[in-house]
């Protein structure tokens, strides 16, 4: 699966592609309004709301993140907030309407409607899958480091920062690298919340649900997250958004 950011005015789009799994996963675009107080930028979200698969093999990134974890919360996890999302908006205003305008619509400005947590879950996963790869993980390079250095003084200090947020997720929850006003910041959010209706452009996130870590570390949290940094991040993956995310502000600006 490739993400392909394209400038519009004031918008971009953002679009994941089938990949080599061989599985069924129709294209999907992703329209997503964000507003904050310099940026009026978008990421174009449309869906079908189909359980796109994650752009490995479910056994591709053993033996940090095991196939019967990619089973289960790929399979079971994300297809019940794809299936139930289904069910949710059928009938209802939302019903066709693209993941964004679900999630942002239902966000309500935190007094949440019954949509939301499942279309951001939806949207979650799907950029959680894509935020890893086989043999990622370690140091960035490029200008992705460069800012990070700019902006957290060092990578170790964006490493710490971003490990203490997932760490102290009180319960389910996200964290992320997120863009917002030529910055990057590590932000965390509970449950299905994520930076999209904050004013941000996410970047990179860590699912820190129980159900992400637990057949593999059981409670061992710490453990999962040094595993996902050192191990798993797509670094290209990243710096593609981070791309996309700037292209984004400079429209807007
Ligand atoms: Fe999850």
Redesign the pocket.
């Known amino acids: 699966m490739h993400l392909n950011y394209q400038k519009a005015e004031p918008s971009i789009k953002l679009k994941t592609h089938t990949d080599s799994t061989g599985v069924c996963s129709p294209h999907l675009s992703l329209k997503l309004e964000l507003q904050s107080q310099s940026m009026a930028a978008s990421i174009a979200v449309t869906a079908n709301y189909v359980l796109q698969p994650p752009p490995y093999a479910l056994d591709a990134l053993e033996p940090h993140m095991s196939k019967q974890t990619l089973e289960f919360?790929w399979g079971k996890?994300?297809r019940a907030y794809v299936d139930n999302l289904k069910k949710q908006v059928l009938g209802t205003d939302l019903e066709g309407k693209p993941l964004d305008h679900i999630i942002n619509k239902t966000y309500n400005n935190g007094d949440l409607l019954p949509a939301f947590n499942n279309a951001a879950?939806a949207w979650n996963?799907e950029f959680?899958w894509e935020s890893m790869k086989p043999n990622g993980g370690g140091k960035p390079s490029g200008e992705l480091l460069a800012l990070l250095e700019r902006d957290f003084t060092s990578y170790e200090k964006f490493y710490e920062e971003f490990n203490a947020a997932a760490a102290t997720q009180f319960g389910a929850g996200w964290a992320w690298l997120a863009y917002a006003n030529d910055k990057l910041k590590v932000v965390k959010t509970p449950n299905a919340v994520n930076p999209l209706v904050l004013g941000s452009f996410p970047l990179l996130t860590i699912?820190v649900?129980e159900?992400?870590y637990y057949l593999d570390f059981q409670n061992r949290r710490p453990d999962y997250i040094k595993t996902f940094m050192n191990n798993l991040v797509s670094w290209e993956a990243v710096s593609a958004r981070l791309e996309a995310a700037k292209v984004a502000s400079s429209s807007s600006a």
């Open positions: 919360h996890h994300h879950q996963h959680f699912d649900w159900h992400a």
